[in-house]
């Protein structure tokens, strides 16, 4: 899902500084602070189709939840949009929810402002023990060497899909592999006279996952190992233009999508437009759009020909979302006990199902609704060719400022402007200089 897959980002422009941030969450107005031990107030982010599509989800949760505890949950669903600027402004004010939903990939960012719980064992062992998470999922939260910051909720991994029909008439009779394969395919698609890969190039949050992705293939990252900034690497700078080389040199991505937004591409692939499309766990969209799962096949994201990477083939970036706590709220109890209720078995399975997503909580996944050949296909690359975006502090000015670069480059090949390993790295270097000062 579009909305799911925005979560995984953090590709909100990050309008105050975190590192300036050190007070904490509660709220005095609606949040923690001031509510009874029977109240906790709840920020979720927008996973389905529409926020009422959320409260609908939801809400029999809460009150199951109610029920078993005598605590009432005050729900609010953000929107993607809005979800990053209001956790860091209830960082500063102190005017915050109890418990709250994060994209796992700005668990590092949020970790340097000193408002979340941090997830020591001790914690952990109130929800059930560390050990019952996915490793891969515990990777995307927070830095290394530290406390958690957050807990794992919902777990996502991008995928190939491809249209049965449009492959089936092109003659093709299997999904690429490697990027070669795809390159190839997608000629004999355009020969027939349809577009061959969607993509989302005015959307920062769609390029950064990408890149990263085919920079992981490399073997490269894009900070040092002491976390400062490596974006003109010259295997990052290859990855990049690499990427957009699928529209600027293969012409396989149809110039017009590098003004394509949020959930754009995946539009078209739903309505037979475009016959392949990358993305994350995007049933639950596709249905939503009125594509049946007949139609279309998933497959892992290709890899560059030969060993990719310096030897663990990366298909994906760890995507997912989330739970955390401000850890001055007044009813840390509560909120511990929402939090263990969320990630225990019985509603992993529930709400993962609901949002088309793979339960990060090892024993949940045991349900054959994830075994279907879809979900099999992201659970597999999720657990052991998914790598995480880098947790590092500065991680959402990354997304941000590379996302950006990307975005230009995009415009570059849409108007027929040369594309060369120059401006490319240019692009990144311009890219680099925003970030900010150790």
Partial sequence: MRSIRAAATGAVTLSLVLAATACGGGSSSGGGSNDSPKTLTYWASNQGASIAVDQQVLQPELDKFQKQTGIKVKLEVVPWTDLLNRILTATTSGQGPDVL???????????????????????????????????????????AGKDPAAVPLYSMAYALYYNKKIFADAGIGQPPATWDELVADGKKIQARGKSALGAEGSNPSENIHHVFVFAKQRGADFFTADGKPDFTDPKVVDAVKSYVDLMAKDKVIPTGDAEYA???????????????????????????????????????????????????????????????????????????????????????????????TIPPVKSAQADPAFSTPANTVLKNTFTTSAAALPQVASESQFETAVGTAVKDLFADAAAGRAVTTDSVKAALQKAQQQMPAA
């Fill in 101 to 143: 939903n994060i994209g796992n990939s700005w668990s590092a960012s949020l970790q340097a402002t000193g408002a979340l719980l941090p997830w020591d064992t001790g914690n952990f062992a109130k929800i059930g023990g560390k050990d019952r998470f996915v490793d891969s999922a515990l990777g995307s939260t927070g830095a």
């Fill in 262 to 356: 949020q959930n754009q591409s995946v539009s078209d692939f739903a309505k037979g437009k475009q016959a392949m499309l990358l993305w994350q766990s995007a049933s639950a969209n596709l249905k939503s759009q009125g594509m049946s799962e007949d139609a279309y096949g998933i497959a892992p994201v290709p890899v560059i020909s030969g060993t990719p990477g310096p030897g663990t083939q990366v298909d994906s970036m760890v995507a997912g979302i989330n739970l955390a706590v401000f850890k001055n709220t007044h009813n840390l109890d509560g909120a511990t006990k929402f939090v263990k209720f969320m990630t225990s078995d019985e509603e992993q399975k529930v709400l993962n199902k609901a949002y088309s």
